[in-house]
């Protein structure tokens, strides 16, 4: 048991993501505070998590996988985020609420069954589904606040028109679902809860838009091919966790800020974790603006323009990920700044420390550096890059069977 317990700390310890940027200040917490709270946040954690580990490394997935009860303990799920997306408790507090039917027919009157129906109503639910299913929606899927989607047990796929919007709305969990080419919408009426339908202009053709939400975690889906980004967070959005996702096939991967003009998303904090950017990406992994983006532990392996850009003086710290440069000579850079001369971009403030470069990848750091403080509790989220690929060799939906480990 007390060899169990130092493992356990030994992993919190190295894998919490810190909350870096508190309020609505443009400016740094004190260090020293930041620390105290990162300890704060790991013994809180520890009392969550404690009870499994899998020992691959991944926090997320040690915290549940090895539970082959997982389908009884489904809502146990929502204690297992890391991140500044780590208090979205989703449905936890709420029904399962299982969709049985996978028509969309009417976006303003949907039918009971339908994932529509769920996602709109006020109560908190945890949505899961009664058999595999294709759902092709007619509209936008306008998110109700306190919902989890989870695919877990069954193959879900999401596409062929719009798809998930999280607008205006608080604590989602999207969990285990295919989520690909998804088209433009709009200019009708839609549903967004039981007593309110809206009309809608013409939608980007997002995997997932996030859209003034807050508290979110977007965890162990496939997304490909959609019309606009993958998955997109604008207009004072925050407190997001995107983790162990599997994304190919798509040009502007990941718009995180509205424009450079748009200041209230100075106050965005983003964790992206454990994710595998494959095959057929080409830029955007993603593009900042303004707040503050936390890239650890992923794993890229794929990009024809660059990996992670941005504008606006946003801070990024990039942190034990894996970088597989292409062979083109003009695509080695990882980073590209964007929209400033570089007399104003070198004040900006991206680090890169404990990154792997590969294939001659080779990322352009900026700003003044962080002092030992600082670091400190920014190190205290990564585990080694050497470990990336067996940390991430299971992102993307997971073939999750009844009554045996995911």
């Known amino acids: 048991m007390a060899t169990t317990s130092l493992c356990l700390l030994f992993l919190f310890c190295f894998f919490l993501v810190p909350a870096l940027i508190e309020s609505s200040s443009p400016v740094h917490q004190d260090p020293e505070l930041v620390v105290q709270e990162v300890q704060r946040a790991v013994n809180a954690s520890r009392r969550k998590l404690g009870y499994l580990s899998c020992g691959t490394g991944n926090p997320i997935d040690d915290c549940w996988r090895c539970d082959p009860n997982w389908q009884n303990n489904r809502q146990r799920l929502a204690d297992c985020a890391i991140g500044f997306g780590k208090n979205a408790v989703g449905g936890r507090d709420g029904r399962i609420y299982v969709v049985t039917d996978s028509g969309d027919d009417d976006p303003v009157t949907p039918k009971p069954g339908t994932l529509r129906h769920a996602v709109i109503q006020d109560e908190p639910l ?69 007593r309110h339908y809206g009309w809608r202009t013409i939608s980007d053709g997002d995997g997932v838009s996030i859209f003034g939400g807050s508290h979110v975690w977007v965890d162990h889906c496939s997304l490909s091919n959609c019309n606009d980004g993958l998955i997109d967070a604008i207009h004072g959005s925050t407190a997001i966790t995107i983790s162990n996702n599997f994304m190919t096939h798509h040009d502007k991967v990941m718009l995180l800020g509205h424009s450079d003009s748009y200041t209230q998303d100075k106050n965005m904090q983003v964790t992206i974790a454990f994710n595998h950017f494959g095959e057929g990406l ?21 990009w024809e323009m660059y990996a992670i850009g941005g504008s606006a003086a946003p801070t ?47 990322f352009t750091a900026s700003g003044a550096g962080a002092s030992a403080s600082y670091a400190k509790a920014s190190s205290l989220s990564a585990r080694p890059s050497s470990l990336v690929g067996s940390m991430t060799i299971g992102s993307g939906v997971l073939s999750c069977k009844k009554g045996s480990r995911c």
């Open 126 to 194: 945890w949505i899961i589904f009664a058999r595999d299913m294709t759902i092709q929606l007619k509209e936008e899927l306008i998110m109700n606040s306190f919902k989890t989607i989870d695919g877990r047990g069954a193959s879900v796929h999401i596409s062929g028109g719009p798809c998930i919007t999280i607008q205006y709305v608080t604590n989602i969990i999207i969990h285990g679902l295919h989520i690909h080419d998804c088209k433009q919408g709009g200019n009708t009426y839609v549903r967004d809860s039981p």
């Open 282 to 302: 080409v830029q955007r992994m993603p593009r900042c603006r303004l707040g503050y983006f936390h890239v650890v532990n992923n794993d890229y392996t794929h």
């Open 316 to 362: 990024i710290n990039s942190q034990s990920n894996r970088f597989v440069a292409p062979d083109d000579r003009f695509s080695k850079e990882v980073t590209k700044y964007e929209d400033a001369p570089e007399s104003e971009w070198r004040r900006w403030n991206w680090r890169s420390e404990g990154d792997l470069m590969v294939n001659g990848a080779f």
